[in-house]
């Protein structure tokens, strides 16, 4: 059993042996904000704009998650392709919810973080356990996306009405940009376009 010894400076004991299991209650609740944070950011403010943060977050993680689940189950022709490029932007949307979460906690607030939180509040379809072909992964995946933007469009303009021009910038910047260009590179992997022999051009009429 390790010794334990009396620290002379401050009168506690001191044992180097590790503290396990400890519990204690909460320092901060959830959906709550620090009081008098330097911000020139009322509470009210904060408090509302967390709140719009964290749906955000939640949606983000569960698109995340999806990127991930597609990017293990993809199958068929452009199986290469699409291998790589769900895993790119699985990092980006990781990234993107690393920065929604730092600006919760920034703003005073508390961020979500575990699967099962993130279950309950999410807006997005859960997909089944199993493979899906490609065209429902890309529908799936557009459909997550336009949830994420049809909710930051109004985020921004609201956090601009009430001054909050950091999370203004974060949506539209790093949150809008960024799901608007992943939406173009999975949208034109659903246009009908044949792989290998070109359709015959319809002639005019009066062509000879």
């Not at 709550?32 to 704009?49: F, I």
């Not at 985020?155 to 799901?179: C, K, M, P, Q």
Request: hydrophobic content about 40%.
């Amino acid at each position: 059993m390790a010794k334990k010894q009396n620290d002379s400076k401050t009168g506690r004991t001191v044992s180097a042996q590790p503290r396990l299991h400890q519990r204690a209650r909460e320092i901060q609740s959830y959906g709550t904000v620090k009081h008098a944070l330097p911000l020139d950011l009322e509470e009210p403010v904060r408090v509302q704009v967390t709140n719009q943060l964290n749906q955000l977050v939640a949606d983000t993680m569960t698109l995340r998650d999806l990127y991930k689940k597609c990017h293990w189950q993809v199958a068929g022709p452009t199986f290469y392709q699409l291998h790589l490029l769900y895993d790119k932007h699985y990092g980006e949307q990781n990234e993107l919810v690393d920065l929604i979460a730092e600006r919760i906690q920034l703003l005073g607030g508390v961020s979500l973080a575990m699967a099962a939180d993130v279950a309950e509040t999410t807006q997005i379809e859960r997909p089944p356990r199993g493979r899906e072909e490609v065209p429902v992964q890309l529908s799936r995946l557009i459909d997550a996306h336009q949830i994420i933007i049809q909710q930051s469009r109004p985020l921004a303009r609201r956090a601009a009405e009430l001054g909050d021009d950091g999370t203004n910038d974060l949506v539209v910047s790093d949150v809008i940009r960024t799901n608007e260009l992943q939406i173009w590179f999975l949208s034109e992997h659903l246009v009908d376009v044949p792989l290998v022999e070109a359709k015959e051009r319809a002639l005019g009429a009066g062509a000879s």
